[in-house]
């Protein structure tokens, strides 16, 4: 098939979007456990900082996508949580106290929330089904891309400017604000609102009835209702991605053990920027495999990598392991990430499509709340080692029950 016909100008837009968003993430990602720590978070609070940033990501992910298919509307959600995530990072640089810190990761992640159902569903709603893996891998390549070049840049300014962290809070605001006004070049389509399921007279998970006080304030969360109203098909591929979430904590910890064996700061920038370019170069073949082979095997095939990595990581103690660890990791991003929500997306209608991945989401962060916490938990309780040997473990029985229950 022409390439040219899959990928719509929509597409190349929104991932030239997320290319200059994750730029400017990404610029601040590697160094933010150290600048943490410099500030005297330790393994245990920075893995609840992650935590709950994740938590935010998760539970307005699912509210926003509800709200998006419910309206019928999707670029005023991209829009808008493009912009929160990058106001987010000149927020970090007033103030070092750890609520300040909280409240401005939280506000990055409040930002991803909202805009991710509705920009995965424009891009759901913008490729057929035979061509999901690649569209999801295409777009998650270009994201990818922008998260090698943010670390190269960030590593290129520490040359000049050891240390000096603040500064690069700031710069990055400049890559953000411009994947911001990108993306007023993408056209909403007309889209009628999302018929609704009757759940009752008048009402339906989409669209709950209408109440006062306490009530009214739960529907926040009533698009969790999602779960009882989808296909069994849907609830047995998400229980195990679900499952694989349990042991999938924050990144954030690998990098804290490449930093606790001893590895310089720029050369645990450097692994990162590795892992990227890897991610970034695997994202569309595994499309691509995806579309052949299914996006089960793809799926199981990443997982494979994950156990590989952190079982490997209970027990690196080289540059060199590092570095290949860290390969093997960007090839189980590449494996998993996009393919995930182009899996969803093909097995739910189409005007659902932001509802069920926001429900995911929700589901997936706030599990990777739970891990991450505990993740801190067991390192500061019972050594590195230990929680990167559960996470494998952990991850592996989720291979299993993917490889055996969902379809």
């Not at 929160?84 to 992640?109: C, G, H, N, Y």
């Not at 390969?327 to 997306?345: D, M, P, Q, R, T």
């Not at 069920?356 to 050594?383: D, E, H, N, P, R």
Request: hydrophobic share 50%.
């Amino acid at each position: 098939m022409n390439t040219h016909k899959i990928f719509t100008r929509t597409i190349w837009t929104l991932g030239f979007v997320s290319l200059f968003s994750d730029i400017a993430s990404e610029m601040l990602y590697p160094i933010m456990p150290i600048y943490l720590k410099s500030i005297g978070f330790t393994a245990l609070w920075i893995g609840i900082l992650e935590g709950i940033a994740e938590a935010v990501v998760g539970l307005s992910k699912g509210y926003f996508g509800k709200l998006s298919d419910e309206k019928g509307m999707r670029m005023p959600f991209v829009r808008m949580g493009y912009f929160l995530s990058s106001i987010s990072k000149p927020m970090m640089t007033l103030f070092v106290f750890p609520l300040w810190i909280f409240l401005a990761r939280a506000s990055d992640r409040l930002g991803k929330g909202m805009r991710t159902g509705a920009r995965d569903a424009v891009l759901s709603d913008e490729c057929s089904k035979e061509n999901k893996g690649k569209v999801f891998g295409f777009h998650r390549a270009m994201d990818t891309l922008g998260a090698a070049i943010g670390p190269i840049a960030a590593l290129a300014y520490l040359y000049f400017f050891p240390q000096d962290y603040k500064s690069l809070f700031l710069i990055a605001f400049a890559p953000a604000m411009i994947g911001v006004v990108l993306t007023f070049f993408i056209k909403e389509k007309k889209k009628s609102p999302t018929p609704t399921l009757p759940i009752g007279e008048g009402a339906s998970y989409l669209n709950p009835p209408q109440r006062g006080g306490f009530r009214r304030g739960m529907d926040f969360l009533s698009y969790f209702s999602y779960w009882k109203k989808s296909s069994p098909e849907y609830r047995q591929v998400v229980a195990g991605l679900l499952l694989f979430a349990v042991f999938n904590s924050s990144d954030v910890f690998l990098l804290l053990m490449a930093k606790q064996i001893g590895i310089a700061d720029d050369k645990i920038i450097m692994v990162y920027i590795f892992y990227n370019l890897i991610y970034a170069l695997f994202s569309l073949p595994f499309g691509n495999l995806a579309d052949r082979i299914g996006m089960k095997k793809t799926f199981a095939l990443g997982l494979f990598f994950f156990c590989i990595t952190y079982a490997g990581m209970a027990f690196v103690q080289s540059t060199l392991m590092l570095f290949a660890l860290f390969f093997i990791y960007g090839l189980y991003a590449a494996a998993n990430e996009g393919v995930s929500k182009a899996w969803i997306s093909k097995i739910v209608p189409q005007g659902e499509t932001a509802t069920a991945i926001g429900f995911f989401a929700s589901g997936s962060s706030i599990v990777t709340m739970i891990s991450s916490a505990t993740a801190g938990l067991i390192w500061v309780s019972a050594g590195a080692q230990t929680a990167f040997v559960v996470s494998a473990v952990g991850a592996f029985s989720a291979l299993i029950y993917i490889a055996l229950k969902a379809k």
